[in-house]
């Protein structure tokens, strides 16, 4: 019996080590499927109605080349409805099985510099100004990268969101006045991420609450600081999340991990100041964790 029980306690190691040992499948060894959204954080100016782009093609890096997926019949897209959570599905993919670190969107935009007639990018205001192009960075255009790893399983499907973050990609250029589309875009797996969500009692005398999240002690007070040309604020914050008519936030589309929670007043869109902060607030993968604020007992420092 106990020679027996040896015996098939080794074949039970012999299978453990062997699934440990098998290896991701590598690019041309089957196909998954890749379902991609499209999802974005909320913008800080307060005169904005709409942030359009307008997508002709999406590429995937492959083997050391990039490659156009099929089927994409390009779009345009308002960006601002697209916060909180909110996707719009790019599509449903047929892609080699493997692991994928960038995806790159190829934008109807000008150039720095160009003066376009209808421009495929542009921003909406709800003051009666007219809208106002958007441009890409200077430099020759060679779209918009995302990155962000994840694995497309053989016969399987993986669900992929890639979050533009407004709040860092429209910025505007100093000396000539024109609004830039930076690529400041991240790729998040659905099943992997959680989000932040609560209430906020404002107590302040600001207008407007933003909530940005930060990853657990990387949160350096020059953020606050009146940003250089071309720069946002708070620049790296992973997401942010502002204050409802409600008084809610959420801080979707969060990795699992560690965050620290910088929260600040704003009047119409112009920055006043940083209230404070909450800090150690656990996000884990698919589920929401629930951090109500109080802006009048919040924590001076991190």
């Not at 960006?79 to 719009?88: E, F, P, R, Y």
């Not at 250089?228 to 204050?243: C, H, I, L, Y």
């Not at 699992?256 to 009047?267: E, I, K, R, S, W």
Request: charged share 15%; proline share 6%; hydrophobic share 40%.
């Amino acid at each position: 019996m106990k020679k027996g029980l040896v015996v098939m306690t080794i074949l039970a190691l012999l299978a453990v080590i062997a699934v440990g040992c098998a290896k991701a499948p590598s690019p041309g060894e089957g196909t998954g499927t890749l379902k991609l959204n499209l999802s974005d954080a909320p913008i800080d100016a307060a005169n904005v109605e709409g942030v359009y782009i307008t997508i002709n093609e999406i590429q995937y890096h492959l083997n050391g080349e990039w490659k156009t997926f099929g089927g994409f019949a390009g779009g345009t897209y308002d960006l601002l409805d697209l916060s909180g959570g909110i996707l719009a599905l790019l599509g449903e993919f047929t892609v080699d099985a493997g692991q994928y670190t960038q995806i790159r969107f190829m934008l109807d935009i000008p150039e720095h510099g160009s003066t376009p007639t209808t421009p495929g990018c542009y921003i909406e205001f709800n003051d009666g100004s007219p809208d106002e192009p958007l441009f890409c960075p200077s430099g020759g255009q060679t779209g918009y990268k995302a990155v962000g790893v994840f694995e497309v399983p053989v016969n399987g499907e993986v669900e992929v969101t890639a979050d533009w973050d407004v709040h860092k990609a429209v910025v505007v250029a100093g000396q000539s006045g024109r609004y830039i589309l930076k690529p400041t875009i991240r790729l998040i797996v659905n099943n992997q991420a959680g989000s932040i969500s609560g209430s906020i009692t404002n107590g302040s005398e600001y207008t407007d609450i933003i909530v940005y999240a930060y990853q657990h002690g990387t949160w350096n007070p020059t953020e606050a600081a009146p940003p250089a040309d071309e720069q946002p604020r708070f620049p790296n914050a992973v997401t942010s999340g502002k204050m409802d008519e409600e008084g809610h936030y959420i801080l979707a589309l969060l990795a699992a991990g560690t965050y620290d929670l910088v929260v600040a007043g704003f009047n119409d869109g112009v920055f006043g100041e940083v209230l404070g902060f909450v800090s150690d607030v656990v996000v884990q993968s698919e589920q929401t964790t629930t951090q109500d604020i109080d802006t009048s007992s919040l924590e001076p420092s991190l």
